[in-house]
C-alpha cells in the first residue's frame, strides 16, 4: 500500500477542515455561513472516519496524531459552549435555590454556627461589667475607636458618598463572600472564616450596645436596614462552600470526583442566591443605611426584607416533589 | 486484566460520532503562564478604566463624574477580578486570552465543551486553588499581617494527584485543560535514498509486516532524522538481526537500513515503483548464500562506494545520501 498516495487522497479534505476549523475559530462561524457548515458537518464526519479507519489502515502513529488533533479541533467548534441563558437562571433563582436551602443541612450548620457565636460573642461584648476587655482582645482598641469615631455623628451623607459606598460593598463584600464560597473546598478557612466574622461582628455588636459607648445608637440605626441580607448572605455562602468540601468527604456511594462535581451543581443555586442578597445589602448599605431617614422607615425596610426572604426560604422552599428532577 | 493505558498525558474521548479521539493534557507549566497572562491583562483592564475615569473626570471636572465614576471602578473592579475568566471562558469556547497565547483549552472531562456554569465553579474554586497565602509578614516584619501573597500549593498538589490533572476548581466542575494546537503539518517521513528500494527489493514479497512491527518501523523512521548514526543502528540492532536472519541477509548488513527499507516497503512501496534502478548497487546482495560469492568477486577489487555505505562498519556510512533535508520532518 502506498500511503503518500492514499493520504493525498484525503489530506484535501482535512486541509479544508483545517481552515473551516481556522474561520470558527476566529470568527464563531465559517465564512460560507449555512453551506459552510453543512460542509464542515460532512468533513468533520469523514476526518472521523478516517480516525476510525486509521488502525485498518495500517497509518504511521505520526498520522494517526495529527488526525485526532484534526478531530479534537473540529470537535471543539462543532459543539460549542451553552451561555449563559435569562431563563435558566431566573428558574434556578426562583425555584431551585429556595428549595434547596431550605433542606441542606450544611445551611443549617452554618446558620447555627454564625448565629449562635454572634449571639454569644454580643452577649460576652455587652457585659461591660465582667469583661470590660473582652472586645479589645477580640477586634483590637484601634478598630473599636475608629468605629466610635465613624458613629459619633448623626447619619446623614450626601449622595455622592451613598454611590461611592455602595459599589465599595459590592466590590468588597460580595468579594469576601464569594472568597468565603472557593474556601469552603478546604472547609476549614471556609468555617474559620464564618466562626471569624460571627465574632468579630458579635463583639462590634455588644461593644457598640454598652451604655459607655459613644454613638451606639447611630451604630444600630446603621446596621438595620442591611443587617438581614448581609448576614444571611454570609451564611449562605459559606454553606454553598461548605457542600463544596462535604462533597469531597461524604461521597454517598459515588466515587469522589463525581460526588463533589453533584455538590458543587447543588452549591451553584445557593451561592447564586447569596451574591444576590449580597447585592441587595450592598445597595441598602450603601443608600438607605447612612441617609437621615427617620429610623421607623430603616427599621420597617429591615422587617420587610426579613420577611421577603422568610418568604422565600420557608414559602418558595417548601419541600415539593421534583426538587432533583432537573 | 490490567488497562494498557499508555503512561503520558493524553486522555482519550468518545465524540457522539462514536469515534474515539486523543486530547493531550496541559500541565502546570502550561497553565501557569496563561494564569499570568490572565492576571495581567485583568490588571491592564482594571488600570485602563480607572485612568479613563479620572481623565473623563479631569476634563469635565465635575464632581458627579467623578463620583460615578468611582462608583463604576469599584464595580467594575469586581466584576473583572471575579468574572473576567467566567466570561470569557463562557464566550470563547473554554479559553481566556492568557488560554489563547497558551494554545489551551477548558473542556469537561467528557471532552465537551464547558457551559456558564461550570466556568463560573472553576474561577470561583480558583482562589481556594491558590490556597495557602503568605503573609508578607513573611518576608518584612513590620507590614500589615495581611494574606496577600497566594503560594498555590494546593491546586499545585491536587493537579500532580488527579489522572487529567485537574486542580480543585476543575474536579468541582468536571473539566479539565486541554492543549489545543494548530497548524499541524501532516508528517509522513519521505525517503529519497535509492538504497532503500534496490535493498527492499530483496526482501521476499511474500512477508507481511504484522501491524505492532508497522507501528514499531513508523515510529523508528520519523524519530531516526533526529538520531546520530551509531545511535540509529544501536536500536535498530536487535530488532533487524531477528530479521536479517529470517531474509537471510548477510550479517553486515547496516541495521538501520534494513528496518528503513521494511519501512518504505510498508507504507511508501507502490505497484509503480516495481523497476528500481539499482544505480551502483548493481550486482550487490545482501543475501546470506551470496555473501561468500561477493567475496570472491570483490576481493580483488575495490568494493564501490555504496556497497560500504550498504554494509555497516566502523566508520558511519556517508550521510550524503540520506540526507535529512530531502526528508519531511515528522
Redesign the interface.
Known amino acids: 500500500?502506498?500511503?503518500?498516495?492514499l493520504?493525498e487522497q484525503r489530506?484535501h479534505g482535512?486541509e479544508e477542515l483545517?481552515l473551516l476549523?481556522?474561520q470558527m475559530?476566529n470568527r464563531g462561524r465559517t465564512r460560507a455561513k449555512a453551506a459552510g457548515a453543512a460542509r464542515f458537518a460532512s468533513l468533520y464526519?469523514s476526518a472521523?472516519?478516517d480516525?476510525?479507519l486509521a488502525?485498518a489502515y495500517?497509518l504511521?502513529?505520526?498520522?494517526v496524531?495529527?488526525?485526532?488533533?484534526?478531530?479534537?479541533?473540529a470537535?471543539?467548534?462543532l459543539?460549542?459552549?451553552?451561555?449563559?441563558s435569562l431563563a435558566r437562571s431566573v428558574d434556578m433563582l426562583v425555584r431551585q435555590a429556595p428549595q434547596r436551602i431550605f433542606a441542606d443541612p450544611c445551611v443549617h450548620v452554618c446558620a447555627l454556627l454564625f448565629f449562635g457565636l454572634f449571639w454569644l460573642s454580643m452577649l460576652l461584648g455587652m457585659s461591660e461589667q465582667r469583661l470590660p476587655d473582652f472586645p479589645a482582645q477580640v477586634v483590637g482598641q484601634a478598630q473599636l475607636e475608629q468605629m466610635e469615631s465613624n458613629f459619633e455623628a448623626e447619619l446623614n451623607a450626601g449622595?455622592?458618598h451613598y454611590?461611592?459606598m455602595?459599589?465599595?460593598y459590592?466590590?468588597h463584600n460580595?468579594?469576601i463572600g464569594?472568597?468565603c464560597?472557593?474556601?469552603?473546598?478546604?472547609i476549614i478557612?471556609c468555617i474559620f472564616t464564618l466562626a471569624y466574622n460571627a465574632v468579630a461582628l458579635g463583639t462590634s455588636f455588644g461593644y457598640m450596645a454598652r451604655d459607655s459607648t459613644i454613638g451606639g445608637e447611630n451604630f444600630f440605626e446603621f446596621v438595620t436596614a442591611h443587617g438581614p441580607f448581609e448576614l444571611t448572605a454570609i451564611v449562605l455562602s459559606a454553606a454553598a462552600g461548605l457542600r463544596?468540601g462535604l462533597?469531597l468527604i461524604s461521597t454517598t456511594g459515588l466515587c469522589r470526583?463525581d460526588s463533589?462535581?453533584v455538590n458543587?451543581?447543588r452549591a451553584?443555586p445557593v451561592?447564586a442566591a447569596a451574591a444576590v442578597l449580597f447585592f441587595l445589602a450592598a445597595i441598602t448599605e450603601g443608600f438607605l443605611s447612612p441617609s437621615p431617614l427617620p429610623y421607623t422607615f430603616k427599621a420597617m425596610w429591615a422587617i420587610m426584607s426579613s420577611g421577603a426572604m422568610t418568604f422565600y426560604f420557608v414559602v418558595l422552599g417548601f419541600p415539593r416533589a421534583g426538587i432533583d428532577a432537573t | 486484566m490490567f488497562p494498557t493505558a499508555p503512561l503520558d498525558t493524553t486522555i482519550e474521548?468518545v465524540?457522539?460520532?462514536n469515534?474515539a479521539?486523543?486530547?493531550q493534557l496541559a500541565g502546570p507549566f502550561r497553565r501557569l503562564p496563561a494564569f499570568l497572562i490572565d492576571l495581567v491583562v485583568k490588571a491592564v483592564l482594571i488600570m485602563i478604566a480607572v485612568l479613563a475615569v479620572a481623565l473623563f473626570a479631569g476634563v469635565t471636572g465635575s464632581?458627579?463624574a467623578g463620583?460615578?465614576g468611582?462608583?463604576?471602578?469599584?464595580?467594575g473592579?469586581?466584576l473583572v477580578?471575579?468574572f473576567y475568566g467566567v466570561a470569557m471562558?463562557?464566550?470563547f469556547?473554554?479559553r481566556t486570552l492568557g488560554k489563547m497565547a497558551m494554545r489551551i483549552?477548558v473542556?469537561t472531562v467528557s471532552?465537551?465543551?464547558?457551559?456558564?456554569?461550570q466556568?463560573?465553579?472553576r474561577n470561583?474554586?480558583?482562589?481556594?486553588d491558590l490556597?495557602p497565602p503568605i503573609s508578607l509578614q513573611f518576608f518584612a516584619a513590620d507590614a500589615p499581617p495581611v494574606y496577600l501573597i497566594p503560594t498555590g500549593i494546593?491546586g499545585l498538589v491536587v493537579m500532580t494527584c488527579?489522572r487529567r490533572m485537574q486542580r480543585?476548581g476543575d474536579?468541582?466542575?468536571?473539566t479539565m485543560v486541554?492543549i489545543?494546537?494548530?497548524?499541524?503539518t501532516?508528517?509522513?517521513?519521505?525517503v529519497e535514498d535509492a538504497r532503500i528500494p534496490a535493498l527492499a527489493s530483496y526482501i521476499p514479497p511474500d512477508y507481511r509486516v504484522s501491524?505492532s512491527l508497522?507501528?514499531v518501523l513508523?515510529?523508528y523512521?520519523?524519530r531516526r532524522l533526529f538520531l546520530s548514526p551509531p545511535r540509529r543502528r544501536e536500536l535498530a540492532k536487535n530488532l533487524a538481526a531477528g530479521l536479517s536472519e529470517r531474509f537471510e541477509f548477510r550479517e553486515d548488513l547496516d541495521p538501520d537500513l534494513l528496518l528503513y527499507a521494511l519501512y518504505w516497503r510498508?507504507?511508501?512501496?507502490?505497484a509503480r515503483d516495481q523497476d528500481v534502478d539499482l544505480q551502483p548497487l548493481n550486482g550487490y546482495s545482501p543475501l546470506q548464500k551470496d555473501a561468500a560469492l561477493v567475496a570472491v568477486e570483490a576481493v580483488p577489487s575495490e568494493p564501490s562506494e555504496f556497497v560500504t555505505a550498504v554494509v555497516a562498519g566502523d566508520q558511519p556510512p556517508p550521510d550524503s545520501p540520506t540526507d535529512p533535508s530531502s526528508e519531511t520532518k515528522?
Open positions: 500500500m502506498n500511503i503518500v498516495s493520504l489530506r482535512w483545517e476549523c481556522n475559530q464526519r472521523c472516519a480516525l476510525a488502525e495500517q504511521p502513529p505520526a498520522t496524531e495529527y488526525l485526532h488533533r484534526l478531530v479534537g479541533r470537535h471543539n467548534q459543539y460549542r459552549s451553552r451561555n449563559f449622595f455622592e454611590v461611592m455602595a459599589s465599595f459590592i466590590r460580595t468579594g464569594l472568597k464560597f472557593a474556601y469552603g473546598i478546604l478557612p463544596l462533597g470526583g463533589l462535581k458543587a451543581i451553584i451561592i | 474521548v465524540t457522539p460520532e469515534i479521539f486523543k486530547y464632581q458627579l463620583v460615578v468611582f462608583a463604576a471602578i469599584n464595580v473592579w469586581f477580578w471575579w471562558e463562557t464566550w469556547n473554554g483549552r473542556v471532552g465537551h465543551p464547558i457551559g456558564g456554569v466556568a463560573m465553579l470561583l474554586v480558583c482562589i481556594a490556597a494546593a488527579t480543585l474536579l468541582a466542575a468536571g486541554v489545543d494546537e494548530r497548524g499541524w501532516l508528517p509522513v517521513a519521505q501491524p508497522a507501528k513508523a515510529l523512521a520519523e510498508t507504507y511508501l512501496a507502490d515528522p
